[in-house]
């Protein structure tokens, strides 16, 4: 019943849903057609409003990309592909590499949401050709479903945008909600739970998606030859090096700018102890790539490939930001929060809250991007509410992720790394949403921050 209902969804995602682009710019129009029927303002003070927030998260946009191109690098260096290699050849059958490549994508997503993502794409290819070496059937689609169901649990872990950005002084909220500290959003009973639920039950969600052997489907031929092909390699100094050419591949230039870097995060850590923010993520994972590819010419060779990996980020973050500016100056911000508080009761405003996230992300599917959407309507019904920042940014952020599975925006690198296209996966993917669905609800509704 789950398949089916999966392979409907499926269906329905790949027809109706568009690039989230082109949803970003309907958003745009929509908000700003609200603005003068519903908070009665003029068009052009709706275009004043609409501009005065287009450039205001450009500080914000260029964190988010470094966190996917930073994760990417360090998921691409030698040393984790020779250990990813290792870890495929684990499994003896399709069930338990499902059950592995899932487990290694909940828990790395608790990491960092980046690095799960190419990471388990990366291990859901080398074990797909384990297994076909072997000439053991195995159902590729779920395999890679498994690879994609980290993009579902993330955001309570240290990776998360909207408990990063609530814990870097200057954010946007500030003046609402203050500076909340990554501790506190990440260590409460509610995010603990849910978190260690998350990272356990969904690879049995996956194996109970499972096709009987003689229903597993056949590989087309273009995923079979993205199998088949060997790795291109570029790595080392070229023959007759120049002395740039020795600069670019020099271990100790690369070493001693790695040292520079890690002296300072030790020293952020040795000072103010857990105190997480977007700037301190990123400078974790930028010099720990830098330290793992050996050289600078290596490490900027791994930025250039994980770099179209964030064009989405560059091209819809200012309208994102332009939409936020126009809900939060024109109005809407309080007759929208004012609608939630209406139709909720304290019992039921968290359940409200992670609903409405999990619809909004089928349009906004990033979780910054959504935050700069929501956030500010979140926050004003939190507060009419009297209820509590945290959980309201929590509901946020697990709505975020949670119709993740049935939205493939974020597959885009890994259908590109394993070769699958969204119909083999998506199906799966909203199968094992569904059967998380009770895991979030639960959480929302009976646990306390």
């Given at each position: 019943?789950?398949?089916k209902?999966?392979d409907?969804?499926?269906?329905?995602?790949l027809?109706?849903i568009?690039?989230?682009?082109?949803?970003a710019v309907?958003l745009?129009?929509?908000?700003?057609l609200?603005?003068?029927f519903?908070?009665?303002?003029?068009?052009?003070?709706?275009v004043?409003?609409?501009?005065?927030?287009?450039?205001?998260?450009?500080?914000?946009?260029?964190?988010?990309?470094?966190?996917?191109?930073?994760?990417?690098?360090?998921a691409?260096?030698?040393?984790?592909?020779k250990?990813?290699?290792?870890?495929?050849n684990v499994?003896?059958?399709?069930?338990q590499?499902?059950?592995?490549?899932?487990?290694?994508?909940?828990?790395?997503a608790?990491i960092?949401?980046?690095?799960?993502?190419?990471?388990a794409?990366?291990?859901?290819?080398?074990?797909?050709?384990?297994?076909?070496?072997k000439?053991i059937?195995?159902?590729y689609?779920?395999i890679?479903?498994?690879a994609?169901?980290?993009?579902?649990?993330?955001?309570?872990g240290?990776?998360a945008?909207i408990?990063?950005?609530?814990a870097?002084?200057?954010?946007?909220l500030?003046?609402?909600i203050?500076?909340?500290p990554?501790?506190?959003?990440m260590?409460?009973?509610?995010n603990i739970?849910?978190?260690?639920a998350l990272?356990?039950?969904?690879p049995?969600?996956?194996?109970?998606?499972?096709?009987?052997?003689q229903?597993?489907?056949p590989i087309?031929?273009d995923t079979?030859a993205?199998?088949?092909?060997?790795e291109i390699v570029?790595?080392g100094?070229?023959?007759n090096?120049?002395i740039?050419?020795r600069?670019?591949h020099s271990?100790i230039?690369?070493m001693l700018l790695?040292?520079?870097?890690?002296?300072?995060i030790?020293?952020?850590?040795?000072?103010?102890g857990?105190n997480?923010?977007?700037?301190?993520?990123?400078?974790?994972?930028?010099?720990?790539?830098i330290?793992l590819?050996g050289?600078?010419?290596?490490?900027v060779?791994?930025?250039?490939n994980?770099?179209?990996g964030v064009?989405?980020?560059?091209f819809?973050?200012?309208l994102y930001?332009?939409?936020?500016g126009m809900i939060?100056?024109s109005?809407l911000?309080?007759?929208?929060?004012?609608?939630?508080v209406?139709?909720s009761?304290?019992?039921?405003?968290?359940?409200?809250?992670f609903?409405?996230?999990s619809?909004?992300?089928?349009f906004v599917?990033s979780g910054?991007g959504q935050?700069?959407v929501?956030?500010?309507?979140?926050m004003?019904?939190?507060?009419?509410?009297?209820?509590?920042?945290i959980?309201?940014?929590?509901?946020?952020?697990?709505?975020?992720t949670?119709?993740n599975?049935f939205?493939?925006?974020?597959a885009i690198?890994?259908?590109?790394?394993?070769?699958?296209?969204?119909?083999?996966?998506?199906g799966?993917s909203s199968?094992?949403?569904?059967?998380?669905?009770?895991?979030f609800?639960?959480a929302?509704?009976?646990?306390p921050?």
């Open positions: 019943m789950v398949r209902m999966g409907f969804l499926t269906k329905l995602s027809k109706y568009p690039d989230p682009s082109i949803f309907i745009t129009f929509i908000s700003f609200l603005g003068m519903i908070a009665k303002n003029t068009a052009m003070q709706m004043i409003n609409w501009y005065k927030g287009f450039w205001s998260l450009l500080t914000f946009s260029m964190q988010m990309a470094l966190m996917v191109i930073t994760a990417s690098a360090i691409n260096a030698p040393l984790a592909k250990w990813i290699r290792g870890l495929a499994p003896k059958n399709s069930a590499a499902v059950f592995m490549v899932t487990l290694v994508s909940t828990a790395s608790m960092h949401w980046g690095l799960s993502l190419i990471l794409s990366l291990l859901a290819k080398e074990v797909a050709r384990s297994l076909k070496m000439k059937p195995f159902e689609g779920l890679g479903a498994g994609y169901i980290g993009q579902m649990v993330w955001h309570g240290p990776s945008s408990g990063l950005l609530i870097t002084p200057g954010h946007f500030e003046d609402v203050g500076v909340i990554m501790s506190e959003y260590f409460n009973p509610m739970i849910l978190g260690i990272v356990i039950l969904p049995f969600f996956a194996v109970m998606l499972h096709p009987k052997e229903d597993i489907k087309e031929a079979l993205v199998l088949d092909a060997d570029h790595d100094i070229p023959e090096p120049t740039g050419d600069l670019n271990r230039i690369n790695g040292l520079l870097g890690t002296v300072y030790v020293y952020h850590f040795a000072t103010k857990f997480l923010n977007l700037d301190i993520v990123n400078s974790v994972f930028l010099f720990a790539g330290f590819h050289t600078v010419a290596n490490y060779r791994a930025v250039k994980a770099a179209s064009s989405g980020i560059i819809q973050f200012p930001a332009g939409i936020m939060q100056y109005g911000v309080d007759i929208f929060a004012q609608g939630i209406n139709i009761t304290p019992f039921t405003f968290p359940l409200w809250t609903l409405s996230a619809l909004v992300n089928l599917p910054g935050w700069a929501q956030g500010p309507i979140a004003k019904s939190a507060a009419m509410m009297n209820a509590s920042f959980k309201t940014a929590l509901c946020v952020a697990y709505g975020n949670w119709t599975m939205q493939p925006f974020w690198a890994l259908l590109g790394i394993t070769g699958l296209k969204a119909r083999d996966i998506i799966y199968g094992v949403m569904l059967l998380s669905g009770i895991l609800i639960a929302v509704l009976f646990l921050v």
